[in-house]
């Protein structure tokens, strides 16, 4: 399998962007992809507010997603612990919730595993941007290993005039070069998921291509900040995968024209 890199289950650390204060315990763990690229596995850690008022409660999911399709290949799985806590418990209890939280979900996701035949701790080799952002858009230019050509990834809410709260997705790739027009839908939401009723706004959290069998695929995972009670805000996190082949080789193809600009 071309492009994978060996990795450990690195945390990627979520920020928070919106205004007020922003739980910054939510993340994603990649847990690894199929033998054949179709298929990857990742789990996401998170706090949400629970009944309880002023409380929280940990939740931890297991996801396998479908990459060249974008969707889930099964219901994801979630366990979330038996008691609720203060706002901001302390590292130590998130640490030991996590712990827990992961044996249990890890034992019921262990069949899912080697049905689908995922490698665990394989992982596609993540690519770096160029992040710049202004009012409910935010764009990452993605460079390739090929030296100078990139493709721009632009996430904002929904720019639809039926829309008008402004929270549905809209996700599309486009090659980075404006002499070269050329883009692809990623996602582009008809409707508005009950559990992102509540999302304020959705960022770039990670990037990663990989090629199989002649075909290049991206995983991208987006930060989406969702209103909390009072001042308190949540971060959870989402996935958007596709085939991307025709628009990577239109970058990579890409050769521009100097002959304008003189000796």
């Given at each position: 399998?071309?492009?994978?890199?060996?990795?450990?289950?690195?945390?990627?650390?979520?920020?928070?962007?919106?205004?007020?204060?922003?739980?910054?315990?939510?993340a994603i763990i990649p847990l690894g992809i199929s033998?054949?690229?179709?298929?990857?596995?990742?789990?996401?850690?998170?706090?949400?507010?629970?009944?309880?008022?002023?409380?929280?409660?940990?939740?931890?999911?297991?996801?396998?997603?479908?990459?060249?399709?974008?969707?889930?290949?099964?219901?994801?799985?979630?366990?979330?612990?038996?008691?609720?806590?203060?706002?901001?418990?302390?590292?130590?209890?998130?640490?030991?919730?996590?712990?827990?939280?992961?044996?249990?979900?890890?034992?019921?996701?262990?069949?899912?595993?080697?049905?689908?035949?995922?490698?665990?701790?394989?992982?596609?080799?993540?690519?770096?941007?160029?992040?710049?952002?202004?009012?409910?858009?935010y764009y990452e230019l993605i460079w390739h290993e090929?030296?100078?050509?990139?493709?721009?990834?632009?996430?904002?809410?929904?720019p639809y005039p039926d829309d008008p709260e402004k929270?549905?997705?809209?996700?599309?790739?486009?090659?980075?070069?404006?002499?070269?027009?050329?883009?692809?839908?990623?996602?582009?939401?008809?409707?508005?998921?009950?559990?992102?009723?509540?999302?304020?706004?959705?960022?770039?959290?990670?990037?990663?291509?990989?090629?199989?069998?002649?075909?290049?695929?991206?995983?991208?995972?987006?930060?989406?900040?969702?209103?909390?009670?009072?001042?308190?805000?949540?971060?959870?996190?989402?996935?958007?995968?596709?085939?991307?082949?025709?628009?990577?080789?239109?970058?990579?193809?890409?050769?521009?024209?100097?002959?304008?600009?003189?000796?």
């Amino acid at each position: 399998m071309k492009a994978l890199s060996l990795l450990f289950l690195v945390l990627i650390t979520a920020q928070g962007f919106s205004q007020g204060s922003v739980h910054r315990y939510s993340a994603i763990i990649p847990l690894g992809i199929s033998s054949d690229g179709r298929y990857i596995a990742y789990l996401e850690r998170f706090i949400q507010p629970s009944e309880e008022e002023g409380s929280t409660i940990f939740v931890c999911a297991f996801f396998i997603v479908d990459v060249p399709m974008n969707k889930y290949a099964i219901s994801p799985l979630y366990v979330q612990a038996e008691e609720n806590f203060s706002l901001y418990p302390g590292l130590a209890v998130y640490s030991f919730q996590e712990y827990e939280l992961r044996k249990r979900l890890m034992a019921q996701a262990e069949g899912y595993l080697k049905e689908f035949g995922i490698q665990v701790g394989i992982w596609p080799s993540y690519y770096w941007g160029i992040g710049v952002d202004d009012y409910r858009r935010y764009y990452e230019l993605i460079w390739h290993e090929g030296g100078g050509h990139g493709v721009e990834l632009l996430v904002e809410n929904s720019p639809y005039p039926d829309d008008p709260e402004k929270k549905m997705l809209y996700l599309r790739l486009q090659v980075g070069q404006a002499s070269l027009e050329k883009e692809m839908i990623l996602q582009k939401d008809t409707r508005l998921p009950g559990w992102r009723s509540q999302c304020t706004e959705y960022r770039i959290a990670a990037v990663y291509f990989f090629q199989e069998k002649g075909s290049t695929y991206i995983v991208t995972f987006l930060r989406l900040t969702l209103e909390g009670t009072g001042t308190y805000n949540y971060n959870r996190f989402m996935c958007v995968t596709g085939d991307v082949t025709e628009i990577w080789e239109a970058a990579l193809s890409f050769q521009p024209d100097f002959s304008e600009l003189g000796h």
